[in-house]
């Protein structure tokens, strides 16, 4: 009986110790975690304003744009999905004063694909009331690699549906402390290809005064990457989906400037034309409204690189694609 009693005394002394020792770690590393994030906020100069968007993706446009769409009223019915063709390139001001409405969202964000533009689309209809949508495209949009945002669609579709959906599988410090900087740079730059500034219906509007023209985004017409023929399939769906919802499906093609579509080389006009025709065909098979701006030139001045349009070229493409809709 006593060996037994000592076994167990041992015992417990053991497990004290042990759980002792467990709080000590906790605690230690609790404390070196806060030091550690009290150095970084104190190097890196960082307020409540600066903490990056939640991560949902390998896109930080994307990820952005998900902030701005929580508590967004699901009863606005008319959306404009895409890329940065859509983000930079529709001017909210003037689409909403062509749909004599406020109840627009811009949801683009960069370097979304035709794919990416389809599962968007799926979540965000389970969201909001979608009775018209707007597609502002060029041809990189169907040069993307498939699937590089590694954007989990059905979770954002939940997070759009229960904003407290958010889990820590998505949680990665590393994403954290690489975007603080870029973070605060996105949402403040002025004059600079990555604003992030969202207006109110989540456009962003570049100013021509005092814009940073980047060399080589201005001379580069994107046409050197393979179509990614699969990126058609994906129109069609969009084009199938709005039928089948209701939907009054409207695509714009964003022009190059002028000194970019003129002096394209044989090889790259044959490219380009190929690909206008395989929309333009999409588009008659499925009775959807296409405005194709390359039916005129468009002078550098309203631009701020090859294919982005600056605010008063933005206004201009807006207006130009509505009033050929209305014809």
């Known amino acids: 009986m006593q060996v037994l009693m000592n076994n167990l005394f041992t015992s417990n002394f053991n497990m004290k110790k042990f759980l002792r020792t467990i709080f000590i770690f906790v605690i230690f590393s609790c404390f070196i975690s806060a030091l550690f994030g009290f150095i970084i906020v104190i190097k890196y100069k960082i307020t409540a304003k600066d903490i990056p968007a939640l991560h949902f993706s390998e896109s930080y446009s994307f990820n952005e744009k998900m902030m701005f769409l929580l508590n967004k009223n699901k009863n606005i019915n008319t959306l404009a999905i895409g890329s940065s063709m859509t983000l930079y390139n529709l001017n909210s001001e003037v689409v909403k ?64 549906i229960d904003k407290k959906s958010f889990s820590l599988e998505n949680f990665s410090i590393k994403y954290y402390l690489d975007n603080f900087e870029f973070a605060r740079k996105v949402r403040s730059c002025k004059g600079c290809d990555e604003s992030l500034q969202f207006d109110q219906s989540g456009g962003v509007t570049h100013k021509k005064k005092g814009f940073l023209i980047n060399n080589e985004r201005w ?17 069609d769906s969009i084009e199938n989906f709005s039928k089948k919802n209701k939907i009054k499906l409207i695509i714009f093609e964003s022009p190059f400037r002028e000194g970019i579509y003129t002096k394209l080389s044989t090889a790259n006009k044959k490219k380009f034309q190929i690909h206008l025709q395989k929309v333009r065909d999409i588009c008659k098979k499925n009775n959807s409204l296409y405005v194709d ?16 349009f600056n605010e008063d070229g933005a206004k201009l493409y807006t207006k130009y694609c509505f009033d050929i809709i209305k014809k």
């Open 97 to 160: 004063k062509e749909l004599k409405s406020d109840s627009f969202l811009n949801t683009a964000s960069w370097g979304m694909s035709i794919k990416d533009d389809y599962y968007f689309l799926k979540a965000l209809h389970k969201y909001f009331k979608i009775k018209q949508l707007l597609l502002s495209a060029n041809i990189g949009d169907y040069s993307h690699d498939v699937d590089e945002k590694k954007i989990k669609y059905d979770y954002v579709e939940n997070f759009l």
């Open 219 to 235: 001379k580069s017409n994107g046409l050197s990457g393979e179509i990614n023929e699969i990126q058609y399939n994906y129109l």
């Open 293 to 308: 701006a390359n039916n005129r030139l468009w002078p550098d001045s309203l631009y701020v690189d090859a294919k982005h």
